[in-house]
């Protein structure tokens, strides 16, 4: 005799078979969402530190390269060349102050680890990935202002003081000779009608100008990046 085929049963079992894979399939989607996002979260917290640390850097330099300018401006109104005078410091203060040469060093690991890795896909706001995808450029081009700052002064504009026998001057002005007993000769007073070095002072003004609107390029594009992060947190 034939037996009927049980069909409930095997509907029923079948339901469950489908039910449980896709029950898998659900659970492992879960998880996988789940870990990119702590992915992106942990990504983005460190990014925050990183920018907010760039940003207090990028103040110390900026404050630097203003206290150059207005150093070189105040040479030149010294000299007669435009503007007024506003400082009681020394020439030779204001000599030395001119020379500072800084250079931002940004924290970049967080960002370039995503970069470098290909990583940065983790971050799933797209117009964010593209901001720190252009941020290494953005510096580079700050940086290589700088550079350039930074070989005018030590290859040419100190070179040229020291061939006057003035930098001792300079620097015992700005307290930098601590351990060195050195009399001041002058207070350098005398650079004021010297045509190479108030030449030298008027490119240094024009370059520091240059570098501080580069400054400007780099604080907005952190405050963006720090804006993007910050709305993509948890």
């Known amino acids: 005799m034939n037996q009927r085929t049980p069909w409930q049963r095997i509907i029923a079992e079948g339901t ?3 039910v449980s894979i896709l029950l898998a399939f659900w659970i492992d989607a879960w998880w996988s969402d789940r870990q990119a996002r702590n ?16 940003a207090e850097l990028l103040e110390t330099v900026r404050s630097v390269h203003e206290a150059a300018l207005a150093a070189a401006y105040e040479i030149l109104a010294r000299a007669g060349l435009g503007g007024e005078s506003r400082s009681d410091a020394a020439t030779a203060e204001l000599v030395y102050i ?5 250079t931002y060093d940004p924290l970049l690991g967080g960002t370039n680890s ?11 706001d797209s117009s ?5 995808a252009g941020w290494p450029d953005i510096v580079e081009d700050l940086n290589e202002d700088e550079r350039h700052q930074n070989r005018t002064t030590f290859e040419e504009t100190a070179p040229y003081l020291i061939s006057k026998g003035v930098i001792y001057d300079a620097l015992g002005a700005a307290g930098r000779l601590r351990r060195i007993e050195v009399q001041p000769r002058s207070d350098l007073s005398g650079l004021l009608t010297d045509p190479v070095y108030l030449g030298m002072i008027s490119w240094r003004v024009n370059n520091l100008e ?9 604080e907005a594009s952190i405050h963006d990046i ?7 947190r948890d």
């Open 210 to 218: 240059n570098l501080l609107e580069e400054v400007d390029i780099v």
């Open 98 to 102: 001119s020379l500072r040469a800084w």
């Open 114 to 124: 995503l970069i470098q890795s290909g990583r940065l896909n983790v971050l799933s």
């Open 39 to 54: 992915d992106e979260q942990e990504a983005i917290a460190q990014l925050v530190d990183d920018f907010r640390k760039n």
């Open 226 to 232: 720090l804006k993007m992060l910050e709305s993509n």
């Open 16 to 18: 469950i078979i489908v």
């Open 128 to 132: 964010l990935r593209i901001a720190l």
